[in-house]
């Protein structure tokens, strides 16, 4: 549950909004040392190896698009693991150094590595959404991180079983059922824009709803 309302705060907070100069607030001391006390050394060097990679990017002052592919890369390396078998939990949203530090996590713990990682390199969030498909070849629910050029544009898909960036209209492997971002959520049934779900003036108060109702374990 925790972990969730972390997810929710980020997504909705008017912070993600710019570009997030203070993003080396994540790994100072003290966090670290919470990752050397669930993760060990090891974990520590990992987390340390994002922050040198990110810090490495910045570096470059590329526009955004130029670091989907690095930063697609970068979090491809490592292992998916079911959460069941990593946190001996049905379902866990691990942090990108929760993700990182124990060197792997399920498909959402990749899409959302990859969304607050490009986030921190500039890249606006309503040109990325986090969405929900069916792996058809799999038979299972999957998630995948969507970059969107212009609003009306075909999505590339960042993915962690199909490692290159396709745009969503060669990826027949996945049915999209909806997707979001800090700016709403929307219904597809295609890789298109979809429906925008909204309650009252804003669709976060949707998204939000869902995620306290799976954070209470209900709904399911």
Not at 70 to 90: E, L
Not at 116 to 130: A, D, H, N, W
Request: aromatic share 12%; with cysteine; hydrophobic share 45%.
């Amino acid at each position: 549950m925790r972990i969730v309302l972390i997810i929710l705060t980020l997504l909705t907070s008017s912070a993600w909004a710019e570009p997030l100069p203070q993003w080396r607030v994540f790994f100072a001391p003290d966090r670290l040392a919470q990752v050397e006390k669930h993760f060990g050394a090891k974990g520590v060097d990992e987390v340390m190896k994002l922050h040198d990679f990110i810090d490495a990017r910045l570096q470059l002052s590329l526009p955004p698009f130029d670091h989907l592919k690095p930063v697609n890369d970068y979090f491809n390396q490592y292992r998916f693991v079911s959460d069941q078998r990593h946190w001996q939990q049905p379902d866990y949203w691990a942090t990108p150094f929760e993700f990182v530090a124990s060197g792997g996590g399920d498909c959402e713990d990749f899409s959302l590595a990859k969304f607050f990682t490009l986030r921190v390199l500039g890249m606006p969030s309503v040109q990325m959404r986090l969405m929900y498909a069916k792996a058809l070849e799999l038979n299972q629910a999957h998630m995948v991180l969507t970059y969107l050029e212009q609003e009306q544009a075909m999505p590339l898909v960042l993915d962690n079983l199909n490692k290159a960036i396709l745009p969503g209209d060669q990826r027949p492997d996945l049915l999209p059922v909806y997707s979001f971002n800090g700016e709403g959520l929307w219904r597809a049934r295609a890789f298109d824009q979809g429906v925008r779900l909204k309650q009252g003036e804003n669709g976060i108060l949707l998204w939000q709803e869902l995620l306290e109702r799976l954070a209470a374990g209900e709904g399911r």
